[in-house]
């Protein structure tokens, strides 16, 4: 393209720039000089407050549980979807469709649809009541089971957000030539070998894409937890919601939105770091 | 060299690793649709449904009037409104900012490209609708706050990043050739992209949209935030979800579920490729 | 129709220099070839002249105005694009028609000027079709028709027949030639095949690195080339190239003592075609060890040694001889092109 107007460019991205100056970067500064201050001043008390408070230790735990346990299952269940998928000819299409479904659904709305399935009188204790496993109706979600509470949020999680995992997944599987696998198979080897030797290596952008946005996302994670179990099980993102709704108290909200937000990028700098990506490496 | 041909070789692949194939293909389908379909059932069955025991899986005693007895709920409509709303305003915001910006990066190699993308790479690693924290304040003093508009500008956040990165992609799927083309009959640079890339672009801009529509309609934080009284379906469910009965809770569910699905299903053929692009 | 002047076009790419001061002059009508291999930079040039690139310095002139700074749609011209770049969302009709709209011409004159382009194409059965339902050579003449429906001053082609299949390249060049005679329109033709140069020009420009090694009739180009790299590049199988020893103003070569050209130093570049030999008596003339012959049905290809130095050589297909053998050769002595070792270029050229 021709060079004789230079301007151009930034004239055309020049909107999103003040759009996300605005609105990205001047509250990002707000938040952390929000959770940095007290009346103006800088000061430790509002990270202090949060890290004092009763929920704060268990939510922690929790968010660094959920998010252990939810996104490598999402990844080797995306995987084999990305691996089943490839097999088949007919119908390819419509089942991608499906499983892509969850995609549009909210984390709220995730968290309801496992309501109904786990509630006490649900489809859940009904089935095991048929199996003749339970005798009565039984509580999953409260305050005194909170391993089964831990179990239902992630599976709701996991029903949820696998879709984003897969679709990025299948989207890097679509761009590795299938000659490479065949040529692979033609030297001996196995479908064991060709999926961590051929088809893992060359979708290394895919995956760290993947874990990066699921990881991100699975810090952020809130209104399943609250859909399922109310209070009963508390996150970051939750802690942050009660500080600013309930307790009116914007400095320690900003103080769990910074801390949320160091983790988040935290991750993504392992991630960087662990799934190197070598462009010339690449097909 | 070794005589036998390996054994999964797919002309003879046998018919019980077929079997199994299919069978997970299938366990998968029913792990995504069962639940849903449940949903509805709860969303259908009404009061009585909710403690009805033991339950099967059989649609019995429901019927529609649960349903639409949640929808004549007082803020209901009016919040599936505002959802509608704020993801218009998404939608049309980050469309009007992204796609510029996403033509800029397909076309034009300039200084500080890469800084521009580093910045939209960068919202990705945060946790953006945490950024609504802060703007309470300021959006009190603007007068956005507790308004659609308010809201949809923060999903714009949420959606022009991947608006900017996704048209970027679209926008290289249209052959520079084509542009300059137009450009040697007699188009400006401006009737080009009217007349040649926007209308070959299109299928991909809408498919964009309607990512940036289902952005909007299932974000629940910031719009939680950043409203009292006009509230967004999210929110709203988010703020009544204590008080509700169960079976209120199901409606509000499936009425959440209902738009998107039906959005990706419209989009389906563009998911792939979308995030083909967004990934790099 | 204009004549075409480039002066003194210079192209960087950051540090890479893709034209090094490149002047060239078109006649009105005329048709010129910018033949290269790969990466010489002929596409660049070209799309300096449409304007889809800016040259870093230099000028260029159509009609005897400066279109520097113009914007393509200024400049007058037409272009026929490597991937034809067919609108796949408009008919072949409004392809075709697509300059003319532009020009706001009326729809009586689109009508005539489409049907005249598509009836000289043979494309008229297909102009309510969209390009995705059209052959790769049926593109291309909707392309070329396109170009031809505005009456271009200026026609630019950017490997027009690259992406076509040899036999459907033969006929399109052979189609090209007949419906660009009789437009006379001023035509630049970019390629990097010279059998497609060689057929349609008037003239060829032959590219290497960014510089224009040489301008002339196809036949001129052949016969004289003023480069090594010329020769090299022009001519199947390409020019062989002997380097012998100049002693007492001659050369000697086998048992051939030649007079040796005007300005030449201890040694001097043989530039020999490979058809511009004969079978001579063996131990006269030229030696020449042969490796490998290939009886191609029309010719006898061999490929072997004279004086150590690779070379190949064409014979009448009746000739015998096989691999192993050694053969004298008898040159002809009109069809000798002397070259400079050190600078590669032809004499006497290569004094100056």
């Known amino acids: 393209m021709s060079q004789n107007r230079p301007w151009i460019p930034y004239v055309l991205i020049l909107p999103s720039v003040a759009f996300l100056a605005l609105l990205f970067l001047v509250p990002l500064v707000q938040t952390i000089w929000l959770s940095m201050s007290d009346n103006g001043v800088p000061s430790l008390a509002n990270a202090q407050r949060m890290a004092g408070d009763l929920n704060f230790t268990r939510s922690l735990k929790n968010t660094f549980l959920l998010t252990l346990a939810v996104v490598p299952v999402q990844l080797a269940i995306a995987l084999a979807m990305g691996t089943m998928v490839g097999k088949i000819g007919r119908g390819r299409e419509t089942i991608l469709w499906i499983w892509t479904i969850p995609l549009g659904i909210s984390d709220l709305a995730a968290g309801l649809v496992w309501l109904a399935i786990l509630q006490n009188s649900g489809y859940f204790n009904s089935l095991l009541y048929g199996l003749g496993i339970i005798e009565r109706q039984t509580s999953w979600l409260s305050y005194q089971t909170p391993v089964a509470l831990f179990l239902a949020i992630a599976v709701a999680e996991i029903w949820r957000g696998t879709a984003i995992v897969m679709v990025i997944i299948v989207a890097g599987l679509n761009q590795v030539p299938k000659e490479f696998r065949e040529a692979a198979e033609i030297f001996g080897a196995g479908p064991w070998v060709r999926f961590w030797r051929i088809t893992l290596p060359l979708i290394r952008p895919a995956l760290q894409s993947a874990l990066i946005l699921r990881t991100v996302l699975a810090f952020e994670v809130f209104s399943v937890v609250y859909a399922l179990g109310g209070r009963n099980f508390p996150v970051l993102v939750g802690e942050a919601y009660n500080w600013q709704n309930q307790n009116q108290n914007y400095g320690v909200a900003a103080a769990y939105a910074v801390l949320i937000m160091v983790v988040s990028l935290a991750a993504t700098v392992v991630y960087l770091r662990a799934i190197k990506v070598d462009p010339e490496r690449l097909p | ?280 | 129709m204009a004549n075409i002047v480039i002066d003194g076009i210079r192209k960087n790419f950051g540090a890479f220099e893709a034209l090094k001061d490149i002047s060239l002059t078109i006649s009105d009508g005329e048709f010129v070839s910018l033949l290269g291999p790969s990466g010489c930079g002929k596409t660049t040039l070209l799309r300096i002249i449409a304007g889809l690139e800016t040259a870093t310095s230099g000028d260029v002139l159509i009609g005897e105005r400066s279109v520097i700074g113009l914007p393509p749609k200024d400049r007058g011209l037409a272009m026929v694009f490597q991937n034809y770049a067919v609108f796949p969302h408009m008919t072949v009709y409004e392809n075709v028609a697509f300059g003319l709209r532009m020009q706001k011409a009326d729809d009586r004159r689109v009508k005539e000027q489409v049907e005249k382009a598509a009836g000289l194409l043979h494309i008229e059965p297909y102009l309510d079709r969209y390009p995705n339902k059209l052959s790769g050579g049926q593109r291309q003449r909707v392309a070329v028709a396109r170009a031809l429906a505005v009456e271009p001053r200026v026609l630019l082609m950017d490997e027009p027949l690259s992406n076509l299949d040899a036999l459907l390249r033969l006929e399109m060049r052979t189609e090209l030639k007949t419906v660009l005679q009789g437009a006379g329109t001023t035509t630049i033709y970019v390629t990097h095949d010279q059998t497609e140069a060689m057929g349609l020009s008037n003239r060829i420009a032959v590219m290497h690195d960014g510089v224009v090694e040489q301008v002339g009739s196809p036949v001129e180009i052949y016969n004289h080339p003023a480069t090594r790299f010329v020769g090299g590049f022009i001519g199947n199988p390409p020019m062989n190239f002997i380097t012998v020893a100049v002693e007492d103003g001659a050369v000697a070569a086998g048992t051939l003592r030649l007079p040796a050209p005007a300005g030449a130093g201890r040694e001097v570049v043989l530039g020999l075609r490979g058809e511009a030999v004969a079978l001579a008596a063996p131990g006269d003339g030229l030696d020449m060890t042969v490796r490998v012959a290939e009886p191609m049905g029309s010719h006898l290809l061999l490929t072997g040694a004279i004086h150590g130095q690779p070379v190949r050589v064409i014979l009448p297909p009746a000739e015998r001889v096989r691999g192993g053998d050694v053969i004298s050769l008898r040159p002809d002595l009109d069809r000798i092109t002397w070259l400079s070792p050190e600078s590669g270029k032809s004499y006497p050229a290569a004094m100056a």
């Open chain 2, 1 to 280: 060299m070794t005589t036998t041909l390996p054994k999964t070789a797919p002309a003879s692949f046998p018919s019980s690793r077929r079997l199994l194939l299919w069978s997970g293909i299938a366990a998968l389908c029913a792990w995504v649709l069962v639940p849903i379909y449940l949903v509805a059932l709860g969303a259908f069955g009404g009061r009585q449904g909710v403690y009805l025991w033991p339950k099967t899986v059989l649609p019995t005693g429901v019927s529609i009037e649960p349903f639409l007895l949640f929808l004549r709920t007082e803020g209901v409509v009016g919040s599936f409104l505002n959802s509608l709303g704020a993801a218009g305003i998404t939608v049309a915001l980050s469309i009007l900012l992204g796609a510029p910006a996403g033509y800029a990066l397909a076309r034009y190699s300039f200084p500080g490209k890469d800084g521009y993308r580093l910045l939209v790479l960068l919202t990705r690693a945060f946790p953006l609708a945490i950024l609504a924290l802060p703007l309470t304040v300021s959006f009190i003093k603007l007068g956005l706050y507790d308004t659609v508009v308010g809201v949809g500008l923060i999903h714009t956040v949420l959606a022009l990043p991947f608006a900017a990165l996704v048209t970027q992609g679209i926008f290289l799927g249209v052959p520079r050739e084509l542009e300059e083309a137009a450009w040697v009959f007699g188009c400006t640079r401006l009737q080009a992209v009217l007349r040649v890339v926007v209308p070959l672009a299109m299928p991909g801009l809408a498919a964009t949209a309607v990512f940036a529509f289902v952005i909007s309609w299932n974000e629940v934080f910031a719009a939680s935030v950043l409203t009292v009284r006009n509230r967004t379906l999210t929110a709203y469910l988010l703020t009544v979800l204590a008080e509700s009965p169960m079976h209120y809770r199901f409606a509000g569910g499936l009425l959440l579920i209902l738009p998107s699905v039906v959005f990706i299903f419209a989009v389906r053929r563009y998911l792939f490729a979308i995030w083909g692009i967004s990934s790099k």
